[in-house]
């Protein structure tokens, strides 16, 4: 496993499109690995492949609330309901926070990492994730979609 460089704001991949994965083979496995510990060193919630420099629809996410962190494959929301307002960050956009309507309930299908069809249903937080990861897969970004005035930049505490 190996922590991989996170593409920050300015970077064309982010703007890019991912393509779907057509094989689950040891370099995708070994990819949701690096991703995940990617993930956690940089205390995130999310992580998609296209944040790792890898146009491939594979997006990872961790509530930190006892259960597995998710390993999901070619995800797509196929249900949503309901809206809320978060305050959102993204790690491509260190130290930048606003304001985004999500759904409150997202119902996703993916693979997971042995290629079985999953479906995921998420509320609250978990659905915020996913559409923002999934949106990161669209080449989609969380400031695209900020409510006006409210993205600030919040600087870092000293350590």
């Known amino acids: ?92 956009f260190p130290n930048q926070f606003g304001k985004v309507v999500r759904p409150m309930e997202v119902t996703v299908k993916a693979l997971d990492e042995n290629g079985k069809e999953i479906t995921i249903k998420g509320k609250e937080l978990l659905a915020q994730a996913l559409a923002h990861e999934i949106d990161h897969l669209d080449g989609n970004l969380f400031v695209d979609i900020v409510e006006p005035g409210t993205l600030q930049y919040i600087e870092p505490e000293k350590e």
């Open 1 to 92: 496993m190996a922590i991989r460089e996170i593409r920050k704001d300015g970077d064309e991949i982010l703007r890019k499109r991912s393509r779907e994965v057509e094989k689950i083979d040891d370099r995708i496995l070994e990819l949701l690995d690096d991703m995940i510990e990617t993930m956690h060193f940089a205390n995130g919630v999310g992580l998609s492949a296209v944040q790792v420099g890898i146009l491939k629809r594979v997006v990872v996410i961790d509530l930190y609330d006892g259960n597995k962190p998710l390993k999901l494959i070619n995800p797509r929301i196929i249900k949503q309901k309901g809206k809320q307002e978060v305050e959102e960050g993204c790690l491509s």
